[in-house]
């Protein structure tokens, strides 16, 4: 599981460097860049995956309610 994680993070980071190569052409502006779309990119992942785990509590009408 941990190289999962490892993976997602190294692959969004990359892809944060990638986008931010073809904005950006000072090499520092480029990392500082890069690693704000890294964790752009993970907060979306993270909001996404939040979202359809709600969708499916909605859908499942979860057995333990607040009534």
Known sequence: MEVAALAILISAFVGGFLL??????????QILLGIVMGVVI????????????????????????FR
């Open 20 to 29: 931010a190569s073809r904005w950006v052409k000072h090499p520092a502006l």
């Open 42 to 65: 993970i907060g979306a992942l993270a909001a996404t995956a939040l979202g359809v785990a709600f969708a499916g509590c909605l859908i499942l009408g979860s057995a333990t309610s």
